[in-house]
């Protein structure tokens, strides 16, 4: 693994648009990729489209070295605006790399799709993220993970239904995991506009149970959170509201990764080849929380 | 340099009272200096007590492996409430060790002591970091120091003098410095009461001039933050205080690391052996606003 991209790339990275479009995300893997294909973004060992229930997007991937035994689980949940994304994209490193950050980590890796909106409306997110905990709390042993060092992740709208999942949406208990990992999300449902990315998750009149923060502060699961230095002003805006509501909560900030040079897009893509960007924390809260067993 | 602590010296460095205390101090410290002895916190070359003023307290130590040429220079100015305090302690790895770590990363590191309360009240600290980085512009090439690349950081009283001098209460351009990391400090003045540390400082009516945060963030110097996990409340409300007024500022969130498992006293003391605490984020801030000429 790489400390940190050569600065040239990091500068390049800085200076791309920090808004959520497809040139961006195209400009930041075209920046990305050629270090993962140097390191490689595939674990020794995946086994793909396993289900964890009835609707076709109920798949994950499980990625190992092949020896693991009672390994700490990586659980990543992809972004997409709600609407679109997958778990893995043939011919990239999306995000079959996540899963080779975790193996090279110690951990087993798993990366899983989820239904999408509009067809699939709030909370089916979170009960998603439920029915592949369950799933895996029952069978990664088999794989040589430990059901109760499962670390779930979630980016984005991912983040989002981690979220959730964690505040209690998914309707299963969340205590079932050892953390949960932020990664530029939102926890608090905006008025929606037809047009808006949550307009086709949460419909135009969200429901106010749907806000995940005020669950999420009360959580018994550690959390790590994240913001990326060239985060869209939306998701600076729920990460300082993140900081705020904790800081109300439990009298302390919590623990909150600036994810330099890096913007909404690329942030994931920062695992393995510019670890000091996010990776090292991440595997630090991951080790934290899963070496005396579950939580602290 | 050691990524992290041992699980069990993390774990009992949290298990510490967040209290602010000579007792914290006292275990802090036991926990760590074995760690800081077997690592060696003595840089190779020590030019000590250099007169950057008038005042005895106008001394600085001058820490290098002996053959750098244009290396960033990491000025740190301790704590100790306004009132007490050094740049050395002997018999100690206080703060010697900071001019290790700095000579480890390929810098050359600068240890200062500043003039104190009840004595010497606001902006005296400010004025000192200016002068200490006004004798570094002058002399630090003698050591091997670039003197467009002079990074200073502050820690809780040292961290508000480094905020004062970069919001301009030192008499002097702060601009003349690369960066500034501030670590756990306090950027707005409180009313103080008699017997609360400030009051020795900015006296019983402080002057309204002497708040910090506006000019901090306003200012072009670039800046870290960090915030322990077990500072006490008051700095936990600093730390979120400086992502409001950032975010409004700015539509961003700063760059605050969050430094895992220390105490208001531990965090100076993770460097070298336990990086990935605040070591990683403090280097790679130097590095990214060192390595082309001053700034961005």
Chains 1, 2 share one sequence.
Do not use: C
Not at 50 to 79: C, I, K, Q, W
Not at 132 to 145: E, F, M
Not at 196 to 212: F, L, N, R, V
């Amino acid at each position: 693994m790489t400390e940190q991209l050569p600065q040239d790339v990091i500068a390049q990275l800085r200076a791309l648009d920090s808004a959520i479009t497809p040139e961006q995300a195209q400009s930041s893997w075209a920046l990305l990729t050629p270090f993962h294909e140097k390191a490689g973004y595939t674990a020794p060992k995946i086994d793909r489209d396993l289900r964890y229930g009835d609707d076709p997007r109920h798949r994950l991937d499980v990625h190992t070295a092949g020896g693991e035994s009672n390994a700490p689980v990586l659980v990543f949940v992809h972004g997409g605006g709600f609407v679109r994304g997958d778990k893995h994209n043939p011919g990239t490193p999306q995000y079959d790399l996540v899963g080779a950050w975790a193996v090279r980590h110690g951990y087993v890796g798993v990366t899983m799709t989820y239904r999408l909106a509009p067809e699939h409306k709030w909370p089916s997110g979170a009960q998603d993220v439920a029915g592949a905990v369950a799933w895996l709390r029952q069978n990664v042993a088999r794989y040589g993970g430990d059901p109760d060092k499962i670390v779930v992740a979630g980016n984005s709208a991912g983040a989002t239904h981690v979220a959730s999942f964690v505040a209690g949406q998914g309707g299963a208990d969340p205590s079932t995991v050892a953390g949960a990992a932020l990664l530029s999300g939102i926890y608090e449902v905006r008025t929606t506009r037809p047009g808006e990315p949550e307009h086709a998750y949460y419909g135009p009149d969200p429901d106010p149970a749907s806000a995940t923060l005020p669950g999420l502060i009360d959580s018994p699961v550690p959390l790590l959170f994240s913001v990326a230095e060239r985060d869209p002003e939306f998701f600076q805006r729920a990460a300082a509201g993140v900081v705020s509501a904790w800081l109300e909560r439990h009298g302390t900030v919590p623990d909150l990764v600036w994810v330099e040079g890096h913007n909404h897009m690329s942030t994931i893509g920062s695992l393995t080849v510019d670890e000091a960007a996010l990776g090292t924390a991440l595997a630090r809260f991951i080790d934290r929380h899963t070496t005396n067993g579950k939580g602290e």
